[in-house]
T-cell receptor
């Protein structure tokens, strides 16, 4: 089975806090990994891809551990505008239904 | 480049009715994937169309059907609507059947409410 699980939310954090989201996936034969951000009542938008060596984009850091089938997203110095749902996505390879979303973790950054 | 566009943006239907949702793929893309996102859940794969043929299907009943046209635009049809069909329907286009190396780009979605 191809499943993606995420930390249940919601996460409520004060502005300036550091917050981390975790994601696990079921199938070791996975090709690529992504974090998407979804604002309320909007479509998901790609936040960042996740590379084996880990990657950083400003305040956002993504890590991948293939051995443990685990992905993480770290947000430093949280801003009010970071409030959204964060979706972990695993591309299990092949076609169609192999691009699988997790259920999402909702983040609320409070003033 | 022109992105993925979906229509209509919002729709209200009565239980038992039929609905057609439309998706125009990004220029140069030949594959369209449809997802259903219920409130509070992640998007669930419905099916994918590649060169006008269904190419993979998720766990959805036959009353969910689709089409892809020669210009690679696509329709999602749902018959005998049920209350649980209320959701955001998302479309993504790509070149080739697999997801792009940088993931999918989605249209803004159609929000369907069944009453």
């Amino acid at each position: 089975r191809k499943e993606v699980e995420q930390d249940p939310g919601p996460f409520n954090v004060p502005e300036g806090a550091t917050v981390a989201f975790n994601c696990t996936y079921s199938n070791s034969a996975s090709q690529s990994f992504f974090w998407y951000r979804q604002d309320c009542r909007k479509e998901p938008k790609l936040l960042m891809s996740v590379y084996s060596s880990g990657n950083e984009d400003g305040r956002f850091t993504a890590q991948l551990n293939r051995a443990s089938q685990y992905i993480s997203l770290l947000i430093r110095d949280s801003k009010l505008s970071d409030s959204a749902t964060y979706l972990c996505v695993v591309n299990f390879g092949g076609y169609g239904q192999n691009f699988v979303f997790g259920p999402g973790t909702r983040l609320s950054v409070l003033p | 480049e022109t992105g993925v566009t979906q229509s209509p943006t919002h729709l209200i239907k009565t239980r038992g009715q039929q609905v057609t949702l439309r998706c125009s793929s990004q220029s140069g893309h030949n594959t369209v994937s449809w997802y259903q996102q219920a409130l509070g859940q992640g998007p669930q794969f419905i099916f994918q169309y590649y060169r006008e043929e269904e190419n993979g299907r998720g766990n959805f009943p036959p009353r969910f059907s689709g089409l892809q046209f020669p210009n690679y635009s696509s329709e999602l049809n749902v018959n005998a609507l049920e209350l649980d069909d209320s959701a955001l329907y998302l479309c993504a286009s790509s070149l080739g059947q697999g997801a792009r190396a940088n993931g999918y780009t989605f249209g803004s979605g159609t929000r369907l409410t069944v009453v």
